[in-house]
């Protein structure tokens, strides 16, 4: 099975700053697809962006853009311009390309400072 | 919003006390998924189901059963609750197509306490 490791339980930022969350996994797969999830206080689980394995291009989606870095197998996603509504725990999680099983890391706790 | 419902959403039961959660979706996808989460361990998977009476394990699937006799539906099992199923259960669904790259779409949750 593949793993991801997401190795900060906890991150801050100030309001109107920016913050990266890391994410690494591990896959011998050529093809997937990589996720992350925002829940916040409600549990609500909701997708914030997502990249194909086989674009080059990061995704971008309004103030979240993410860092991929397909040998180093690294998925990490930056928040711009931080909001107190983006505090919440952040799920990195991967799928393959043909199989129907996700995998998800531990989550980073985001607080959102004033 | 992919039309999926919990129920029930909160649940207190005893030690050894069968437990039952459904989840009902509305739009017909044939991937459907549950997860419990927990601190420190995020989402894991439980059991999953790929069609009416097909489904899989997942990696933490000990003590936990499954049925999808319906493809709107499905229902996860506690034979006999313990302490450390006390968790929250996510369902979701899995939108396969040629539009998007078959993301989960998850439900509100259920928090099961075991006493």
């Known amino acids: 099975a593949q793993t991801v490791t997401q190795s900060q339980p906890e991150m801050s930022v100030q309001e109107a700053e920016t913050v990266t969350l890391s994410c690494t996994y591990d896959?011998?797969?050529?093809?997937?697809?990589l996720f992350w999830y925002k829940q916040p206080p409600s549990r609500q689980m909701i997708l914030v962006i997502r990249?194909?394995?086989?674009?080059?291009q990061n995704a971008t989606e309004n103030r979240f853009s993410v860092n991929f870095q397909k040998a180093a197998k690294s998925f990490s996603l930056k928040i711009s311009d931080s909001q107190l509504g983006d505090a919440a725990m952040y799920f990195c999680a991967y799928r393959s390309f043909t199989g129907n099983q996700f995998y998800f890391g531990t989550g980073t706790s985001l607080t959102v400072i004033p | 919003d992919a039309g999926i419902t919990q129920s029930p959403r909160h649940k207190v039961t005893e030690t050894g006390t069968p437990v039952t959660l459904r989840c009902h979706q509305t739009?017909?996808?044939?991937?459907m998924y549950w997860y419990r989460q927990d601190p420190g361990h995020g989402l894991r998977l439980i059991h999953y189901s790929y069609g009416v009476k097909d489904t899989d394990k997942g990696e933490v699937s000990d003590g936990y059963s499954v049925s999808r006799s319906k493809t709107e539906d499905f229902l996860l099992t506690l034979e006999s609750a313990t302490s450390s199923q006390t968790s929250v259960y996510f369902c979701a669904i899995s939108v396969v197509g040629s539009v998007n790259t078959g993301e989960l779409f998850f439900g509100e949750g259920s928090r099961l306490t075991v006493l």
């Open positions: 896959t011998s797969e050529s093809d997937y697809y």
């Open positions: 739009e017909n996808h044939r991937y």
């Open positions: 990249q194909e394995a086989y674009k080059q």
